[in-house]
């Protein structure tokens, strides 16, 4: 573990579960508000938990009427928990690998709801991906210190 990523994840242990969610719902919101991932109903009014082993970071979040929410502590257990590392959700989020690829290689565990875990599963499988989204995800692997994803798509 990086000396950054060290410190992100004792920041993130000292944090209430509404500001550990804040970074990524805020980018889900403006990938949703920009057209590029717009949630289906199926996950309306459930809690999920990011999990990135790696940093030891946990994100509960909420969909709401096609939003994205931060879950607070009275959220409850959430309905669905996805677990990887950082360098594979990286790769997820650049497109360059799928969710199958990911949980058949056990580098993303779904646990939870499995109606729900499939709708999310063929959700991202299928959210279009912006060109610029790929150089992103591995500049972020550089600035964290872990692999960059590879180049090109899938």
Not at 21 to 33: D, G, I, K, N, T
Not at 96 to 106: G, N, V
Not at 115 to 141: F, H, I, M, N, T
């Amino acid at each position: 573990m990086s000396v950054l990523q060290g410190l992100l994840a004792r920041v993130h242990r000292r944090m209430p579960a509404r500001a550990r969610a804040l970074p990524l719902v805020s980018a889900l919101e403006l990938a949703r508000r920009a057209g590029w991932l717009e949630p289906p109903a199926a996950l309306d009014g459930h809690t999920f938990l990011l999990t990135v082993e790696d940093l030891g970071l946990d994100v509960p979040f909420r969909c709401e009427q096609g939003r994205f929410r931060s879950a607070g502590s009275n959220a409850g257990d959430p309905e669905l928990t996805l677990r990887a590392r950082v360098p594979d959700y990286l790769r997820l989020l650049a497109g360059q690998c799928d969710t199958d690829t990911l949980f058949f290689q056990r580098k993303l565990v779904i646990s939870g709801d499995t109606a729900l875990g499939l709708e999310v599963k063929y959700w991202l499988d299928a959210a279009p991906r912006p060109p610029w989204l790929e150089p992103l995800a591995s500049r972020l692997a550089a600035g964290l210190g872990v692999a960059a994803p590879e180049t090109g798509h899938r």
